[in-house]
């Protein structure tokens, strides 16, 4: 129950703000119309209402800055040149992109205009639009502005990075097209993270400076990597040295061998034959046992493994071979990294 | 052995030589086998033992079917005499097929077909049996030695003339040295066959072996198997 009426409670207040800049909104546009219709004065009454402190409804910043520029056209037009020219800096101040299109207004507004941007002075960067970005072939980029000549310096700033990417550092007037190409300074690919762009600029005209920043995260799309071999285990190596105890069980094994061939040629003839050939089975038990004296006496002395020390070095080159392919493979596919960008929440002055 | 038995046990080691390196050019694992065997058989037939000797000389061809199964196939010839009056010297002819089925690396199943002919010059008698056995086979850890223990029954015995056996055995004991794709071997073998008395006595034969080998292995390193 609760929930519902929670739900209810914000159905209301959104449907309350979309209502008020419904109002605003539906103000703004009677306004132009009469604009259009050169009803000025009547205009301009609306187009103050909108931009005074007591208005009620709400109002986003693009319909204010909209109301402050038809707010400055209107004037200019009957000739209120300061009154338009305060209007004018009002727009740009809120948004330095604004700007008039010369075909929809005269050339005494468009100069008005340009006089308010003269003596205002903005910098400003567009909020980034997502993009996927291959480092190889494509850039990113990113928007910028300043209302009139100014030195400008952007920045792009890996947030957890304590390095500078100059994007650009020279004059600027008006709207510029910066690109980015994914790089650090070093050449190396840009990190995966959160990122700044940071406009600075001093202006060339009335000495002021003004700086903007906007937010950015960058995540790299990569194709799956290979996981490059594990360390060989002690299970997967041959001894390299020959340990006491298998000399021992040789000697063991060969004594077995000796027993089992006397076993038999006691005890799986028929006794009625006797023992006759039990020469035989003396013979093969004593090379058996030679042989496992001789791996006894053998293994007190050499204790090193050549064979199984020669395999382990295959064995150790090939996984090393294989991490190399593995990790030439991966480079490759690193290689082929696309950026991928997307606006963050922050923005700055 | 008269011309007429020689042939089919040549016709086998042409078989068993030819075997083993068309298989080894195919990469398949395979070996070749030469052997000499010193034989001494004894038997009784109820008035005393009747003992001669003699050297047979063998060859086989072995290859692996997989990583467990692997076929021999192998053939012998010789001679025995005795050195007691009325031993009547003999010509013997053997050819075998085995099948063996390795459950470790230390243990396989065997199961084995051979027919042997001992003609003299008034006779001939075959013999054809069945067995079916294991192999145990101990590495050294240190040499490239390995000791072999073998044993076998023979549920069917089938000789011409003769019932069929109460007891039939067959058993070997060896030891195989290996220097790179050559094994040499030493092996101790005994057969026993006990007959069932028929009213005439009972007929007791044994023979024992001591056989030296030389394989040849051509594939993948695997100790080879010998049957015998």
């Known amino acids: 129950m609760r929930h519902l009426s929670l739900g209810l409670t914000l159905v209301v207040a959104a449907s309350q703000v979309a209502s008020a800049q419904t109002e605003t909104g539906d103000l703004l546009h009677q306004a132009e119309q009469l604009y259009e219709q050169l009803a000025i004065e009547r205009a301009v009454t609306l187009l103050r209402q909108i931009v005074s402190t007591s208005w009620p409804h709400e109002i986003t910043k693009e319909q204010q800055v909209e109301a402050y520029t038809y707010l400055g056209a209107s004037l200019a037009l009957i000739g209120v040149r300061d009154s338009a020219l305060l209007y004018f800096r009002g727009a740009i101040e809120r948004d330095p992109f604004t700007d008039l299109d010369p075909e929809r207004f005269t050339p ?143 000697l063991l094994k060969g004594l077995v061998v000796a027993v089992g061939a006397l076993v038999v040629s006691n005890v799986a003839p028929n006794a009625h034959f006797g023992r006759g050939t039990q020469a035989l089975a003396i013979a093969v038990g004593g090379a058996a046992s030679i042989s496992g004296v001789t791996a006894f006496l053998r293994a007190r002395h050499l204790r090193d493994l050549p064979a199984n020390i020669a395999e382990n070095s295959r064995r150790r080159a090939a996984r090393a071979s294989a991490n190399a392919s593995i990790a030439r493979r991966n480079a490759e596919k690193v290689a082929q990294t696309v950026l991928v960008i997307a606006p963050a929440a922050g923005v700055g002055p | 052995m008269t011309r007429r038995d020689r042939t089919p046990v040549e016709w086998v080691v042409l078989v068993c030589l030819a075997f083993a390196p068309a298989a080894g050019t195919a990469q398949v694992t395979a070996s070749g086998t030469a052997a000499v065997t010193l034989v001494e058989h004894q038997v009784d037939i109820g008035y005393g033992v009747e003992e001669s000797r003699g050297l047979l000389f063998g060859a086989e061809g072995a290859v692996d079917l997989g990583s467990r199964l692997a076929l021999t196939i192998r053939a012998a010839g010789g001679s025995l005499s005795g050195e007691a009056t009325g031993v009547e010297d003999r010509n013997v002819g053997e050819a075998g097929l085995q099948l063996s089925v390795a459950l470790a690396h230390w243990l396989a199943f065997q199961g084995a077909v051979t027919s042997r002919t001992y003609t003299t010059a008034i006779a001939r008698q075959r013999w054809t049996s069945v067995a079916i056995g294991a192999e145990t086979g101990l590495d050294f850890a240190t040499s490239p030695v390995r000791g072999v223990l073998r044993g076998s029954l023979l549920p069917v015995v089938s000789v011409s003339g003769l019932p069929r056996p109460d007891v039939a055995l067959t058993t070997a004991v060896g030891i195989e040295y290996r220097g790179g794709s050559v094994t040499g071997a030493l092996y101790y073998g005994l057969e026993r066959y006990d007959f069932p008395n028929v009213g005439a006595g009972r007929r007791l034969e044994q023979v024992s072996t001591l056989t030296v080998r030389f394989t040849v292995q051509r594939g993948a390193r695997r100790p080879p198997r010998s049957s015998q």
């Open chain 1, 108 to 250: 005494a507004q468009l100069t008005l205009f340009q006089q308010a941007r003269h003596l205002t002075f903005a910098v400003a960067a567009r909020p980034v639009v997502g993009a996927r970005v291959d480092p190889r072939t494509q850039r990113a980029t990113f928007t910028i502005v300043t209302t009139h000549p100014a030195s400008v310096r952007v920045e792009l700033r890996p947030v957890e990075v304590n390095t500078a990417i100059v994007l650009f550092n020279g004059v600027n007037d008006g709207m510029r097209e910066v690109p980015w190409d994914g790089l650090l300074p070093d050449g190396r690919l840009a990190p995966a993270g959160r990122f700044e762009l940071a406009v600075v600029g001093q202006s060339q005209l009335i000495g002021r400076s003004d700086s903007a920043r906007v937010y950015f995260t960058v995540t790299h799309e990569t194709p799956p990597l290979e996981d490059t071999l594990p360390e060989l285990t002690p299970a997967q190596l041959l001894p390299e040295r020959r340990q006491a105890s298998a000399g021992r069980g040789d």
